[in-house]
Nanobody, 114 residues
Framework: QVQLVESGGGLVQAGGSLRLSCVAS????????MGWYRQVPGKQRDLVAR???????NYPDSVKGRFSISRDNAKNTVYLQMNSLTPEDTAVYYC????????WGQGTQVTVSS
């Protein structure tokens, strides 16, 4: 059964850091580019980080230099290190493949207070 389970969110003050984790199962994780997405209520879900099957990464300008995505193919896990958080980063964060999107997991809530 295909599953994505995100964790690591929470409440943090502006300027703080969080590390999110996503454990994938039910497919050959190492074969796929993976990404972290975020969604604010009433808005579309946006991609905030992507990683290829190895360690090449890409970020939008809004998080570049603050967020870092990594993966451990042996653990079927993708991570998102988030530093210098701002209230604008408040959202529910999800992981998923970049192509052949899977059913979304429950996500993990990140709330940044000012």
């Amino acid at each position: 059964q295909v599953q994505l389970v995100e964790s690591g969110g929470g409440l943090v003050q502006a300027g703080g850091s969080l590390r999110l984790s996503c454990v994938a199962s039910g497919f050959t994780f190492s074969n796929y580019y993976m990404g972290w997405y975020r969604q604010v209520p009433g808005k579309q879900r946006d991609l905030v980080a992507r990683i290829d099957r190895g360690d090449r990464t890409n970020y939008p300008d809004s998080v570049k230099g603050r967020f870092s995505i990594s993966r451990d193919n042996a653990k079927n896990t993708v991570y998102l290190q988030m530093n210098s958080l701002t209230p604008e980063d408040t959202a529910v964060y999800y992981c998923n493949r970049i192509t052949a999107i899977l059913p979304w997991g429950q996500g993990t809530q990140v709330t940044v207070s000012s």
